[in-house]
């Protein structure tokens, strides 16, 4: 069993085949997909970053309206123009 010397056809001790192609198999299909994973993660996050700006620009904007900087017809072309 581990002390096995057989090196015949079928996957080796490197994954997909054995010998060099093998490991290059296997690093590439690695690759693909840390890549993948990478890129879905990053999705995501921009997706509750544009999210999170919105909620932050329209609480910006009731504080404003709230100390008076801006009146209400100002406030509501605003509100308009962030909300979804």
């Not at 192609?21 to 993948?36: N, P, Q």
Request: net charge positive; glycine share 14%.
């Amino acid at each position: 069993m581990w002390g096995c010397n057989y090196s015949g056809a079928g996957f080796g001790h490197w994954g997909f085949g054995g010998g060099i192609m093998g490991l290059s198999l296997t690093a590439l299909i690695i690759i693909i997909a840390v890549v993948v994973v990478v890129k879905i993660i990053r999705s995501n996050q921009s997706g509750q970053s544009e999210k999170f700006d919105q909620i932050d620009s329209l609480k910006i904007l009731k504080m404003r309206f709230a100390k008076g900087e801006i009146d209400e017809q100002e406030y509501q072309k605003k509100k308009d123009i962030l909300a979804p």
